[in-house]
């Protein structure tokens, strides 16, 4: 069975302090990894897809890397407005298009 | 903008009453799925269509049904709701399906089971 775990469950930084969100997976066949943003009361907003280990993608303060076993969202120089729930979610060869998600980082960026 | 869009936003049913949740997209995607996301906790699929094809998810109770008239609409239906179902109903899209397309999220219904 395919299962992804986050970690932490919630992260307090403040504006400026640059941290990691880990992402851990299992899967039988990874055919892409994906990372969402999620506001409070709103649905998943799309990040990132990475596809093989060694891939890294960039997006403002934002830039994801992929191992076999694991994906890292590294936040630099954050802001208030990066507040949000970050989602991490597989897609297993095999699957059609079936994403399994972690339950998501709640991270709060204070002034 | 091209977007996915939820109706209502917030659904208030009694306990057993059928309840229809709808979603609609202007991205002329070929797949749409329905999520379940209870309060922190993941998104869980729940079913997709593809075109006009159904596909169920194995421990999706038989409660849930869903149809789908046309490209741009999908419906959600709960035919005896409980106070187990309720959640965060998401509505996504992707172009194709079998590939890693990535899925456009709508905003969500909340629904409430009284």
């Known amino acids: 069975e395919d299962q992804v775990t986050q970690s932490p469950e919630a992260l307090r930084l403040q504006e400026g302090e640059s941290s990691s969100l880990n992402c851990s997976y299992t899967v039988s066949g990874l055919r892409g990894l994906f990372w969402y943003r999620q506001d409070p009361g709103k649905g998943p907003e799309f990040l990132f897809t990475?596809?093989?280990a060694g891939e890294e993608k960039e997006k403002e303060r934002l830039k994801a890397t992929l191992t076999k076993k694991e994906s890292f969202l590294h936040i630099t120089a954050p802001k208030p407005e990066d507040s949000a729930t970050y989602l991490c979610?597989?897609?297993?060869?095999?699957?059609?298009?079936?994403?399994?998600f972690g339950t998501g980082t709640r991270l709060q960026v204070t002034l | 903008d091209a977007m996915v869009i939820q109706n209502p936003r917030y659904q208030v049913t009694q306990f057993g009453k059928p309840v229809t949740l709808s979603c609609s997209q202007t991205l002329n995607h070929n797949v749409m799925y329905w999520y379940q996301q209870k309060s922190s906790q993941a998104p869980k699929l729940l079913f997709h269509y593809y075109d006009k094809d159904f596909n169920n998810e194995a421990d999706t109770p038989d409660n849930f049904q869903s149809r789908r008239p046309n490209t741009s609409f999908c419906f959600l239906d709960i035919r005896s709701p409980g106070l187990g179902d309720a959640a965060m109903y998401l509505c996504?899209?992707?172009?194709?399906?079998?590939?890693?397309?990535?899925?456009?999220f709508g905003p969500g219904t909340r629904l409430t089971v009284t």
């Open positions: 996504a899209t992707s172009r194709e399906i079998g590939l890693s397309y990535e899925q456009y």
């Open positions: 990475l596809y093989s």
């Open positions: 979610a597989v897609q297993a060869t095999g699957t059609a298009s079936k994403l399994t």
